[in-house]
């Protein structure tokens, strides 16, 4: 039976916006209710510092399992765990003194619920869209997934002004939202692409899925090139709050205009996507990740904030082009049989590189100062012209 494949599909796009924007908020609500309830970052930084280890070990289980069942289902499944286990903590937490152990279970339930769902609902957009409108759905997606995170805050600054609002309603309003996406995933229309290949293992799958990245060399090319670009976004993560702090007397204001401006920028860069129909190739993606290089370069020339302003704005606006990019590249260039292991390996690798960004970058940032952003510049420039040598090598070696 051949596959109907769709232009746009409206709970494909909605479902993780708004699980997404669940999350956010009770993100958001953790990190304020916590460390208000126990006068101190530290039990903070413990469920959030497990919950980003779970996370990682469930991008490396969800490849083999996204490939080997049905991905919608496996996206409702996620869903309706989350939502379960959402209900009962915010049933029977003690808002005024969070026990440890509850925010820990609760945090990781829904990491390895996000590690699941995340390459599910990556490696079902091939399936479910018609393939020259991938570009502009995922450019929809990200801007969608971007505003999620821009609009968590501010509803969630105004939930703080009602005096009756607790942590558990942060808690019920993220249930309310897993079950909104699990409702909208149910509905998707979805006709899998049926695979007569061999059941395997989980490790023998992922074994495959890392043989079938390294054979397709381009397909690993783009995993290290979205590696280093999160090696790189770490580093500006950490710049901006240092210059703000440093050279602006620390105006929380100024650091959140900043912040605003990344968001809007991340958002007109998705939407100058949206229409784009012809196949994505790796030269664009070059194009950005230097036009960044010499944004983050030229912002290293002077300490003014209103270049830091624009230097924001820009970086959101190329950095969600990228992704884009990126993400419609991968989807292209594998096989639906191999979709969620390539995702769960590349998310694996996004995942891990952040961590190590913040810590190399927390050293570089406090030794070079503002001058950082001349390195951050040359990573890019120099990661332009490894890349360009490495086609043009592969390309010789297939003549």
Not at 4 to 22: H, Y
Not at 183 to 198: C, F
Not at 233 to 258: I, T
Not at 354 to 367: A, E, L, T
Request: glycine share 8%; aromatic share 14%.
């Amino acid at each position: 039976m051949e596959v109907q494949r769709q232009r746009f599909s409206w709970p494909l796009f909605l479902s993780p916006f708004i699980s997404r924007l669940g999350d956010s908020l009770y993100v958001f609500g953790l990190n304020w209710f916590v460390v208000k309830a126990t006068g101190t970052a530290s039990m903070l930084g413990m469920v959030q510092g497990i919950g980003g280890i779970v996370l990682m070990v469930g991008d490396i289980m969800a490849g083999p399992l996204v490939d080997g069942y049905n991905r919608k289902w496996i996206m409702a499944m996620s869903d309706l765990i989350s939502f379960i286990a959402c209900a009962i903590l915010a049933t029977i937490v003690n808002v005024n003194n969070p026990e440890f152990y509850q925010l820990v279970l609760l945090t990781c339930i829904m990491d390895i619920g996000w590690a699941f769902n995340y390459p599910a609902a990556k490696a079902i957009i091939p399936e479910v869209i018609t393939p020259q409108y991938l570009e502009g759905f995922n450019a929809y997606s990200n801007t969608a997934f971007n505003l999620a995170n821009v609009i968590a805050p501010l509803i969630g600054g105004v939930l703080l002004t009602i005096s009756w609002i607790d942590f558990r309603t942060f808690l019920w309003i993220n249930a309310g939202s897993f079950l909104l996406s699990l409702v909208l995933t149910i509905s998707l229309r979805y006709h899998p692409i049926q695979n007569d290949r061999p059941s395997l293992s989980i490790w023998e799958s992922l074994k495959e899925g890392f043989q079938y990245i390294w054979q397709k060399k381009i397909l690993a090319l783009l995993v290290a090139i979205d590696a280093t670009v999160n090696f790189f976004y770490a580093g500006v993560n950490l710049l901006l709050p240092y210059d703000v702090n440093h050279y602006y007397n620390g105006n929380e204001k100024y650091y959140s205009y900043v912040l605003s401006l990344l968001a809007v920028g991340g958002l007109i860069g998705g939407l100058t996507l949206v229409h784009t129909h012809s196949k994505v190739k790796i030269q664009k993606i070059l194009i950005d990740i230097l036009s960044l290089g010499i944004v983050m370069i030229v912002g290293g020339l002077w300490i003014s904030y209103p270049v830091l302003l624009v230097v924001g704005a820009l970086f959101g606006f190329y950095i969600s082009r990228i992704g884009v990019r990126l993400m419609t590249m991968v989807q292209n260039r594998t096989e639906i049989a191999y979709l969620g292991r390539v995702f769960g390996i590349w998310f694996l690798s996004v995942d891990s590189m952040q961590p190590i960004g913040d810590f190399v970058f927390g050293f570089v940032i406090d030794w070079f100062k503002h001058q950082t952003f001349f390195i951050l510049g040359a990573i890019l420039l120099i990661s332009v012209v490894l890349i360009a040598v490495i086609l043009r090598r592969h390309r010789s070696a297939a003549v």
